[in-house]
């Protein structure tokens, strides 16, 4: 049996001793965040998110029986593909219907899309979250919020995709805060806290204090979202 259907039978059939329905939770946002969170990191050759315990660090070559061909040259196309998937896997992996709903916002509004694109992605609660170091991944910052942890200005907010605002507060609700992976994240070394977030660690909030343009926002690889705009634009 699975770890998520093991937890769903905690949850329908408790018995005497059972864990409580935050530490269930937490069980499941674990199992999660370790499914498959390096898939995208062998595909590009890259250490997307900067993790120490990424398989690239070891091996450089993508993942399967074919990933040590030799890699021939990449067309524009092909270029304006790659930075798509790096930048929408970045974020935990998007949809291409929710990106490319994302970057249709960006494109609507007057001056450089690209920015726009990173600014709308960066104000994601979601993505906010992790920034904080509420969680160790964006994909436990994005189920995180799903199972109702997170509040925005004192409201409870379960929409991973919800748009913060400038100025807008985001606080780990009190009972969610001695979870582990919460824990966990704030004694992660190898990211800080943009200055663009201003986080309370005592109370467990972050200030959204402006959206930031791509020069700011801590990524650590090289995101190239001019050409995510070029391969939507074509």
Known sequence: MTGDACA???????????PDRIEVEET???????????????????????????????????????GQRRKNKVSDFGLQLRAKQKLKGYYGNLTE????????????????SAEYLIGLLES???????????TPTVFSARQFVNHGHVQVNGKRV???????????????????????????AQQLPERDVPDYIEVDTKAMTAKFIRTPTLSEVPYPVKMEPNLVVEFYAS
């Open 28 to 66: 499941r946002l674990m199992s999660k965040r370790h499914s498959a969170k390096y898939k995208l990191d062998r595909r590009m050759g890259e250490n997307i998110w900067g993790r120490p315990k990424s398989p690239i660090n070891q091996r450089s070559y993508g993942p399967g029986q074919h």
């Open 158 to 184: 379960n929409i991973a995709s919800y748009r913060v605002k400038n100025g807008d507060v985001v606080q780990v609700r009190e009972r969610s805060r001695n979870m582990a992976l919460v824990l966990e």
């Open 97 to 112: 219907k929710q990106f490319a709903g994302i970057y249709e916002d960006a494109a609507k509004r007057k001056g450089n």
């Open 8 to 18: 769903a039978v905690e949850i329908a059939f408790p018995y005497a001793g059972a």
């Open 124 to 134: 994601r609660l979601d993505a906010i979250v992790y920034r904080a170091k509420f």
